[in-house]
């Protein structure tokens, strides 16, 4: 045989063929992983309460968040911000922004304006008010009862921030250590209150009572935005009527023997959570 001459090898054209199906079959088997779902946008809008222009806001998990965003939308302090309410401009206690928003919700940031020191003399064991807080540690009024201590003082509000009692700083006191406080007040002495009134426009709204609101339910969608101190917010289905007037009753408790309205209480919706905090009204009563 010629030199640089070598016989061609044979394919068996048959193992080939496999080879090449197998080939085949193992891409057809592959399958390509589908492409992640866009996370959902939410965008609410908002506007300072006593009048701007209006500003978006999204990617936010908790109130304190929240309130940092309102404020970088309008160049303002987050400090600046006491509480928001949701769908009215109003200082509407009905109103007041919880744990949860309603995804078509519109955002009234209420913030900072005139500052007053009031006396009030106590004259009996209770002062008539009921305290709420905002979540990031300013507590205001929420309800005043009619012919009590407090509705007798006209300078005193609804939506009015306690910053001091006594000329002691109560920034960052959740409402029931306000309420404590307030309690603990020797009767029949005078005491000091430092009191900062939301900013109005043209400073024209009357004194409110903070009584429930008559508007309806916060809302018109039927999912909600659900805000937490830890974690990620979640998107809910709006409780049911049932649980709403569950919700509904144990505020109504707290609120008549401990003076405090929860935010976070109304977002709860674990029944057994009801029980031990109505179990724990009665202790109190009972000690009162």
């Not at 507590?139 to 007798?152: L, T, V």
Request: with cysteine.
């Amino acid at each position: 045989m010629p030199l640089g001459l070598r016989r061609k090898k044979k394919f068996n054209t048959k193992e080939t063929s496999r080879l090449v199906e197998g080939e085949h079959t193992d891409a057809a088997v592959r399958t390509v992983p589908s492409p992640p779902a866009p996370a959902r946008r939410l965008v609410f809008h908002t506007q300072l309460a006593h009048g701007s222009a209006t500003g978006r806001v999204e990617n936010f998990s908790s109130i304190q968040e929240l309130y940092d965003k309102i404020a970088g939308v309008f160049e303002i302090p987050p400090s600046e911000i006491l509480y928001c309410t949701l769908n009215t401009p109003k200082v509407d206690m009905g109103k007041l922004l919880g744990a949860q928003i309603g995804l078509e919700d519109f955002l009234f940031a209420h913030i900072k304006g005139i500052k007053k020191e009031v006396n009030v003399y106590k004259s009996e064991d209770s002062l008539g008010l009921t305290i709420t807080d905002n979540g990031t540690g300013y507590a205001f009024i929420k309800r005043i009862k009619d012919g009590s201590i407090i509705d007798s003082v006209k300078t005193i509000c609804v939506g009015d921030h306690i910053e001091a009692i006594n000329g002691e700083n109560i920034v960052g006191w959740r409402h029931f250590d306000v309420a404590k406080k307030l309690k603990e007040l020797k009767k029949e002495e005078l005491f000091t209150l430092t009191l900062i009134e939301p900013k109005k426009a043209f400073d024209m709204e009357p004194r409110s009572k903070g009584g429930k609101s008559s508007t309806g339910k916060i809302g018109t969608g039927r999912e909600t935005l659900r805000l937490r101190s830890k974690g990620p917010a979640t998107v809910e289905e709006v409780p049911s009527e049932t649980k709403e007037k569950a919700i509904g009753k144990v505020d109504d408790l707290l609120e008549l023997y401990m003076g405090i309205r929860d935010i976070d209480l109304e977002a709860s919706m674990a029944l057994d959570r009801w029980s031990r905090v109505y179990l724990q009204i009665l202790v109190w009563q009972v000690r009162g």
